[in-house]
Every structure is written in C-alpha cells, then in structure tokens.
C-alpha cells in the first residue's frame, strides 16, 4: 500500500544526544515537509523541501537539521542544539501542485528527552 | 503572514447531537481551506477541503464552505457519533511566490469529545 512511514513510533534519549528520525513515502511524492506537535500548540512546521537536494526552514528550524538524497526519503535530526526537544514529531508529503497543498501524514514519531 | 484560528477544546457534546467548530483565518491571496483530524497516537488525516471561495467540502456527514467574505471555514456535522471524538485542525495552504506549495499552516486543534 502506499503511504508514509515514520520510524521510530517512540523514541527515547538522553540530553546532549543527536537524534534521527526516519521519513520514507512510496507515494511518489515531489515535496517533503517536518512537523512538531505539542499539546495546546498545533503543528509547526520545521523544515521542507521540494525537490530532491533542495531544502527550506519552517517557522521553527533552530536546533534540527534534514537531508533529501532520494526523493523517497526525508530524514531529520534532533540536535543538541534544540533546547525543548520532547515531542511529537510528523512527516508529511505532497505533489509539487498548483498550490492545492493537501499533505498526507505519516503516523508520527514521539521523542522523549530523558 | 498566514494564521488559522480555532475555537479552544475540549468540546463536549452528547451523541446525536449537532456540531459547529469555528476557524477563521488570514492570509493573502487565496489559499486553499482544509480540516484534518486526528485519532489518539496517529497522524493527521485530511477530513474535507475547499480550493476556492464559496466551495464546500464533504466528508463523512462533516461540511465546510470556503466564506472569502468573512474569511472563515467552520465545520460542521448534523448528528455526531461516539467515533467522531478526535482533535480537529483546521488549516491553510502556504504558497510560494514561485506558485508551489510549502505545506500548510495549522490552527491549534479543537478537541472534541462525544459522549453516549
């Protein structure tokens, strides 16, 4: 079936540890997006990218950082740098359309600093 | 820049009963108008959408129109079922000067709860 797969579902880590979070769609999908979702908070967007090699922040891109090697594939990592890192984290995806912009959400990864 | 307003949660209702969530927004141009739901521990599922004014969108018993007039895009089901209690976004596309698009900006979610 096509869709978006995020792993892993939960994830764990210690203070000053980098993290990586796995992104894969086999929807054949041009653009890739990062989401942060906290409680009260809504979703706010980290980074995205459009085109494979080719990468834009978000709103909150401070302390993550992302690659697009493949177009299937959009990983992001969780810095040391970010200083309130327990969330939860969705990857989203979409045609490069005439702005329609729906997305299609993976089922998210859920990180938690220890 | 671009912000989508949502009534505040939790919102209780009994079964049967009938449901509004308002969401406002601003933005320029002419965005397109979403509502997404999610389920406990899941990701985002697009309800229901609308491209340009005066369009509704439909899904499931749940309808939206696209007022330009008053920039708003409130949801709205006629009877609603226990199933239903979930977290609603409300959400706008974000497009580029170059005519694509660079994902969606989201209200804060409305929580809702529908009890038996």
């Known amino acids: 079936d096509g869709g978006i797969t995020q792993s892993p579902k939960y994830l764990f880590r210690k203070e000053g540890q980098n993290v990586t979070l796995s992104c894969e769609q086999n929807l054949n999908h041009d653009a890739m997006y990062w989401y942060r979702q906290d409680p009260g908070q809504g979703l706010r967007l980290i980074y995205y990218s459009q085109i494979v090699n080719d990468f834009q922040k978000g709103d909150i891109a401070e302390g993550y950082s992302v690659s697009r090697e493949k177009k299937e594939s959009f990983p992001l990592t969780v810095t040391s740098a970010q200083k309130n890192p327990t969330a939860f984290y969705l990857c989203?995806?979409?045609?490069?359309?005439?702005?329609?912009?729906?997305?299609?959400f993976g089922e998210g990864s859920r990180l938690t600093v220890l | 820049g671009n912000s989508v307003t949502q009534m505040e949660g939790p919102v209780t209702l009994s079964e049967e009963a009938f449901l509004t969530i308002n969401c406002t927004y601003t933005?320029?141009?002419?965005?397109?108008l979403f509502w997404y739901v999610q389920y406990p521990g899941e990701g985002l599922q697009l309800l229901l959408k609308?491209?340009?004014?005066?369009d509704k969108g439909s899904n499931k018993g749940f309808e939206a129109t696209y007022r330009k007039e008053t920039t708003s895009f409130h949801l709205e089901k006629g009877s609603v079922q226990v199933s239903d209690s979930a977290v609603y976004f409300c959400a706008l596309s974000r497009k580029n000067s170059g005519g694509g698009a660079d994902g969606l900006t989201f209200g804060k979610g409305t929580h809702l709860i529908i009890q038996p």
């Open positions: 609308a491209t340009k004014a005066d």
């Open positions: 933005a320029t141009g002419y965005p397109s």
């Open positions: 989203a995806s979409s045609i490069w359309d005439r702005g329609l912009g729906e997305l299609f």
